[in-house]
């Protein structure tokens, strides 16, 4: 729990999706307790080195549904994930159009 307030805190003042660099995503969940959720999402810029956007769930509807809103989203040259099924079929959702 103290690791989830941490996570919470340090991304209010890192947040910084309006310069977003779209060379990569990095994606990757953490354990947490927000919205009933066991699992929450951090989505993060490599080259820029900032946190996008934290999700509250990691289950693909919820990634599906922030990654339409993403403009410009298949400028993206790398998604990097671990190989967590939702992850990667997420990167190749023809809904998204990422790839």
């Not at 996570?7 to 990569?24: D, H, K, L, P, V």
């Amino acid at each position: 729990m103290i690791i989830s307030i941490l996570i919470i805190q340090w991304t209010q003042f890192y947040f910084n999706s309006q310069e977003f660099s779209f060379e990569a995503i990095c994606i990757d969940e953490f354990k947490g307790n927000a919205g009933g959720a066991k699992y929450q999402c951090i989505i993060v810029d490599p080259v820029k080195k900032h946190t996008v956007e934290i999700l509250k769930d990691r289950r693909q509807d919820v990634l599906i549904e922030y990654f339409k809103k993403l403009k410009d989203r298949e400028k993206v040259k790398y998604f990097i994930c671990d190989m967590w099924r939702q992850f990667v079929d997420t990167a190749v959702n023809d809904k998204i159009k990422m790839y």
